[in-house]
């Protein structure tokens, strides 16, 4: 059974940081690419951060460069995202994604957690 479940999500004061992390189950995991989303209430989904299959290559939107760090233990099929100085318009729920390189087979995503970063 194919599972991602991200963790971490919580309160936390302008400023302040966080943690997630999204555990991968039933699939190769260091054979996709893993994308952080989040949307905002009533908003679109935008794209966060995403990492390579071997971590060597990280790419941001320019909303949290700077801020988040995205890395992947592939030995724990885990990848994580470091949210520091957060800011009130990082609120949203963050999902994750495993993204396949190879023709015919199936992306997934986890059923997010929530982050709002308020005083």
């Known amino acids: 059974q194919v599972q991602l479940v991200e963790s971490g999500g919580g309160l936390v004061q302008p400023g302040g940081s966080l943690r997630l992390s999204c555990a991968a189950s039933g699939f190769t995991f260091s054979d996709y690419i893993i994308n952080w989303y989040r949307q905002a209430l009533g908003k679109e989904r935008e794209l966060v951060a995403d990492?390579?299959?071997?971590?060597?290559?990280?790419n941001y939107a320019d909303s949290v460069k700077g801020r988040f760090t995205i890395s992947r233990d592939n030995a724990k099929n885990t990848v994580y995202l470091q949210m520091n100085n957060l800011k009130s318009e990082d609120t949203a729920v963050y999902y994750c994604?495993?993204?396949?390189?190879?023709?015919?087979?199936?992306?997934?995503w986890g059923q997010g957690t929530q982050v709002t970063v308020s005083s």
């Open positions: 990492i390579t299959r071997s971590g060597s290559i990280t």
């Open positions: 994604k495993a993204t396949t390189v190879y023709i015919g087979r199936s992306n997934y």
